[in-house]
């Protein structure tokens, strides 16, 4: 019996993202019903394929569910649907992306009946705005939301990842609106109605480049494979045997990577000193080190990484990630059946230690029902039923406390997502060592210039919370601490795994103060991990989640998607994790702790492969930017300096429509290219083709067309242009808020809705030790004589320290 046993799930249409989400909720116990048309999900033929001709994609995506069949034809459909999604808690919607031949139904009237019921739906671009229409793509969403354009040879074309990244991390999103409400529901709440939009769930990993583009204009282009403004080196390079990822963001990890390299003159060069300087430069740096590297391999670079503290790891294949016996001890990889084949998959991400998630499981046939299907725990659904004394207009998560541990990006978004949801979140910095995304510039022009709260990246993360100082390594920071853990729900950290014990606030100290606190460290490998050492940023977790392997051309070089991926990834999975504890932490009072290793995070981008390898022992093709199904798909130049399209023809109507368009209606009416497979005989030629075509327009020109004819399309633009993105306008997502220091900024809303409104930012993020009297005083009862005490021992203040005095504070023992 799962954690979330007591749920039922009713999952229709078909889409990755609605897929993903229901998965999540499996991972726990709860009772998956996918509904299916006699022919089946389409994604049961989604390739990659298992030697035994089942999708590697659908089996990652519905392990430990069960499936009903429901024939549209049937005169009783509507009414075997209806009372389906009424006798379960949670109704997972993909219609708006594919049907799926799902009976028509109106879910209004099911609502209103089941006031507890709660309702997702998913679509490409949200119910409304100039994009609500559009044919869609996995890819062509991508394209759109920032990120294909930046990624590949300067020349072109832009890479892009196969499928379903957008799907999966819509599917993370839904997940949290789901979960969110079913914490609500355990509170005494009634059912939520949300939407979920694909595209702008893309923007999560945008979003950083965005609001970077706001503050420093139109500096970001394409720089060549595995390079990434604003930080270089940051990529991936070949060894002497294997492949090590690279990431030197802060000034100290480049000189140790010129020591480690035996580059002082590079070390020294003080224009190379932070990242500005060396993107001025990138051939020349290139030319010195990457030699170097090649005359040990891979695990050598990384075990000296380790001992300079330099962010290095290496890059596996497939066959490493199945071979890794910690990726299996810990439940990264595990055992799947699907059809008569038995290999392995990704397992559940959300590593909560007492109430863990199933380790593998089984795919269930069309029309299979699961032995544990009938366990639910019932009785729970009538009680949440009765219980509607709390309405939608509070957000589900009002009256959670967070105290929030976390810097920089990935932690800094879990703990934002529980605020936006309502929950009171407590940012604890220190006036020796804030939050490193206000900047590591620790020079005294910088800190008396105020520049650490003028950093847009840090405002766009750390909304909506509470801010307050605390020297932790003082007694009295950490009896302070301690006081704000007692009284809190959640806790959240991202430093390494043990800087948090060794000052006294490990699980095994808090949970004596505080039983009921979930408690979660989201470290780069796992606080058990033989790697928990080893230094990490976000684009440390995706060079070695194996992603970059299955990225490119066949035989060309692994290929990064982004400058940070792991980032947001993390913290939306950190958050996830997080409510799925909650849920539990509420029924019983019993907290938990959660061991979230970021760099699993990325694995689930990777499942497919993983899957097919373990059965059949031979790796999968790389398509590039090409498709396994469909024929044509790809990235194509049109008028302009560097401007690109994504096209792809995903049927044989939308096919017949696209060879017409471009002036090819021979194409069109040869019923020997009705197949892909036929026409991937003549692939070169078809995308010619249609590069003729696109080159003559501009690229939104070229966009207008094809949808006008219904063909899945989108722009590959950049971060910037998404700041006056017509449809993101016509939405509201971009709202505008107010801070010290820097005025009016945008904030980009959550991709989740429940009206056609985003939910509002209410406050914008805290200067430095905003809250310490509003938090030291109301919550914790000081007086101001103990609050002056307080700042004058700096234990609290509001000017963060230059690095002249942090280090006179080194030399001062602790009182």
Request: hydrophobic share 40%; net charge neutral.
């Amino acid at each position: 019996m799962g954690v979330l046993s007591h749920l039922r799930i009713v999952e229709i249409g078909s889409s990755a993202a609605t897929s993903y989400c229901a998965r999540l909720f499996a991972d726990f116990g709860a009772d998956v019903q996918k509904v299916e048309p006699p022919s089946g999900d389409p994604v049961r033929r989604s390739a990659p394929l298992t030697p035994g001709g089942q999708s590697a994609w659908f089996a990652f995506l519905n392990v430990n569910k069960s499936s009903i069949i429901i024939d549209p034809a049937d005169a009783k459909a509507i009414a075997q649907l209806t009372s389906l999604i009424e006798d379960c808690d949670i109704l997972v919607d993909g219609r708006d992306v594919d049907p799926a031949d799902c009976p028509s139904i109106d879910i209004v009237p099911i609502c209103h009946r089941r006031p507890g019921l709660i309702h997702l739906e998913a679509s490409w671009f949200g119910g409304e705005g100039p994009y609500a229409g559009f044919a869609a793509t996995d890819s062509t969403v991508r394209a759109l939301a920032g990120l294909v354009k930046l990624v590949g040879p300067v020349g072109g074309p832009p890479l892009h990842a196969p499928d379903f990244q957008a799907g999966l991390l819509a599917g993370l999103w839904g997940f949290i609106a789901a979960a969110s409400s079913a914490v609500a529901r355990v509170q005494g709440g009634v059912g939520r109605s949300w939407s979920v939009s694909i595209f702008e769930s893309s923007l999560t990993p945008t979003e950083y480049l965005m609001f970077e583009a706001f503050a420093c204009g139109d500096v970001m282009r394409r720089i060549g494979i595995n390079r990434f403004w604003p930080n270089f080196p940051t990529g991936i390079y070949e060894t002497k045997s294997g492949w090590i990822g690279v990431t030197t963001a802060k000034p100290e990890q480049w000189r140790a990577f010129c020591n480690m390299l035996g580059l002082s003159e590079m070390r020294d060069d003080p224009a190379l000193a932070f990242n500005e300087g060396r993107l001025q430069h990138i051939e020349r740096i290139e030319a010195k080190f990457m030699p170097k590297l090649k005359a040990r391999t891979a695990m050598d670079w990384f075990a000296e990484g380790l001992t300079r503290k330099i962010p290095l790891v290496p890059m596996p294949g497939i066959s490493d990630l199945l071979q890794d016996p910690e990726r299996r001890a810990r439940g990264a990889i595990v055992p799947v059946r699907v059809g008569e084949e038995e290999g392995l998959t990704v397992g559940s991400m959300l590593r909560l230690t007492s109430t863990p998630p199933f380790k593998g499981g089984k795919v269930p046939a069309a029309g299979e029902q699961q032995v544990f299907a009938d366990n639910r725990t019932h009785g729970v659904l009538a009680r949440l039923e009765r219980s509607s004394g709390i309405d939608t207009d509070r957000p589900p998560l009002q009256g959670i406390r967070v105290v929030d541990f976390t810097m920089g990006w990935a932690g800094p978004l879990c703990t934002r997502t529980l605020a936006d949801l309502g929950a009171d979140v407590i940012k604890i910095e220190a006036i020796q060592y804030p939050d490193w995304w206000r900047g590591i510039d620790r020079r005294s022009g910088y800190v008396a210039n105020q520049m650490y709260e003028k950093a847009l990246c840090f405002c766009m993360i750390n909304r909506n919370k509470r801010g307050i100082t605390l020297d932790l390594k003082r007694p009295q920071g950490l009896a302070l601490a301690k006081r704000l853990l007692a009284k809190a729900d959640i806790a959240v950290d991202n430093y390494s795994v043990d800087v948090l014990p060794r000052l006294g606030l490990g699980y095994d100290v808090l949970r004596t103060l505080n039983p009921r606190l979930v408690m979660m460290s989201m470290s780069a490998f796992g606080t058990n991990s033989v790697h928990r050492e080893c230094r990490a940023y976000g684009s440390t977790l995706e060079q070695g989640s194996g992603l970059p392997g299955v990225i490119g051309a066949a035989g060309g070089l692994p290929v990064m998607s982004h400058i940070a991926f792991g980032d947001p990834v993390g913290g939306l999975n950190g958050c996830a994790a997080v409510l799925v504890a909650l849920i539990h932490a509420r029924k019983t009072g019993q907290g938990q702790f959660i061991d979230l290793a970021q760099i699993e995070c990325m694995m689930p981008f990777a499942a497919p492969w993983i899957t097919v390898q373990s059965i059949g022992g031979m790796p999968s093709p790389k398509y590039g930017n090409r498709h396994p199904e469909f024929v044509p798909h790809g990235c194509f130049r049109c008028a302009g300096e560097d401007n690109w399209i994504v096209v792809a023809a995903t049927d044989e109507h939308m096919w017949q429509r696209l060879a017409t368009l471009i002036g090819r209606p021979d194409w069109a009416t040869n019923p020997s290219l009705t197949s892909p497979e036929a026409r991937r005989v003549i692939e070169d030629e078809i995308e010619r083709g249609i590069e003729a075509w696109t080159r003559a327009r501009e690229d939104d020109k070229a966009m207008s067309e094809m949808q006008a004819a219904r063909i899945a399309s989108g722009v590959a633009r950049l971060p910037i242009d998404l700041l006056k993105d017509r449809h993101l306008g016509s939405r509201a997502f971009l709202q505008e808020v107010e801070r010290p220091f820097i005025g009016f900024h945008l904030q980009p809303s959550m991709p989740i809705r429940e009206n056609a409104s985003p939910h509002l930012v209410r406050t914008a993020a805290p200067t430095l030790g905003q809250h310490n009297r509003e938090i030291l005083s109301g919550l914790l009862g000081l007086c101001d004589g103990e609050i002056a005490e307080l700042a004058k021992e700096r234990i609290i203040g509001t000017v963060m320290l230059p690095e002249a005095e942090l280090a006179e504070a080194r030399n001062v023992s602790p009182n």
